[in-house]
């Protein structure tokens, strides 16, 4: 399956689970309009992202929990990646000193990124400013897709009472751990 097909999948749960984020979601951008502002070297995975999705449209009466295309977080629009990354540089971190693209945003300052060098497909690294220094989370774009649909299979992220997305963190450190297995490298 391509990261394309598990990108779709991916949308799909969430309308098939009635996530306040489905009707909202943006479609992606061409891979035009994305080279104009990630470059001509965006590796394809990049690309793919953000050819699946370009962001949320934002609604009168909209939470940030209606924005969720997992528990805490949602994509980020491309025209917000140059702001994003001027609002994290970190000069001590070797995972931001080269290539990285934000991917997933919450409401404070907390990231998903790609991060790679010229050499390296892209790995996801979390930026938790206020709590760590950035670190891998996943080796590849596509291991943190299958982790998400995995975690909508095994009903590790659900819809809680106010039909939020929610996790259930026992069922979402099993998924991790069968797909991942321990945590990443820190090095790209």
Same mark, same amino acid.
């Given at each position: 399956? +391509?990261?394309?097909?598990?990108?779709?999948?991916?949308?799909? =749960?969430?309308v098939?689970?009635g996530?306040?984020?489905?009707?909202?979601?943006?479609?992606? $951008?061409? $891979?035009? %309009?994305?080279?104009?502002?990630?470059g001509?070297? &965006?590796? $394809? +995975?990049?690309?793919?992202w953000?050819? =699946?999705?370009?962001?949320?449209?934002?609604?009168p009466?909209? +939470?940030?929990?209606?924005?969720? &295309?997992?528990?805490?977080f949602?994509?980020?629009?491309?025209?917000?990646?140059?702001?994003?990354?001027?609002?994290?540089?970190? %000069?001590?971190?070797?995972?931001?000193a080269?290539? =990285?693209?934000?991917?997933?945003?919450?409401?404070s300052?907390?990231?998903y990124?790609?991060? =790679?060098?010229?050499s390296? %497909?892209?790995?996801?690294?979390t930026?938790?400013?206020?709590?760590?220094?950035?670190?891998?989370e !996943?080796?590849?774009?596509?291991?943190?897709?299958?982790?998400?649909?995995?975690? !909508? +299979? $095994?009903?590790?992220?659900?819809?809680d009472?106010?039909?939020q997305?929610?996790?259930?963190?026992?069922?979402?450190?099993?998924?991790?751990?069968?797909?991942?297995?321990?945590r990443?490298?820190?090095?790209?």
């Amino acid at each position: 399956m +391509t990261l394309t097909d598990q990108l779709a999948q991916w949308r799909d =749960w969430l309308v098939r689970l009635g996530a306040p984020v489905a009707p909202v979601l943006k479609p992606g $951008r061409s $891979r035009a %309009e994305i080279e104009a502002v990630l470059g001509a070297a &965006t590796p $394809r +995975t990049v690309l793919e992202w953000f050819q =699946w999705c370009d962001g949320v449209d934002y609604a009168p009466g909209q +939470t940030i929990g209606d924005c969720w &295309t997992i528990p805490g977080f949602w994509p980020v629009e491309l025209r917000d990646v140059a702001g994003i990354k001027a609002a994290h540089h970190d %000069e001590d971190s070797s995972l931001l000193a080269g290539n =990285w693209v934000p991917l997933l945003q919450n409401g404070s300052s907390d990231l998903y990124a790609a991060a =790679w060098s010229d050499s390296s %497909e892209p790995v996801v690294v979390t930026i938790m400013p206020e709590f760590a220094p950035p670190s891998v989370e !996943f080796h590849s774009v596509e291991q943190m897709v299958a982790v998400v649909n995995e975690c !909508f +299979t $095994r009903s590790a992220y659900h819809l809680d009472a106010e039909r939020q997305l929610d996790v259930d963190d026992e069922l979402y450190d099993e998924v991790y751990a069968a797909i991942v297995g321990s945590r990443p490298v820190e090095e790209i």
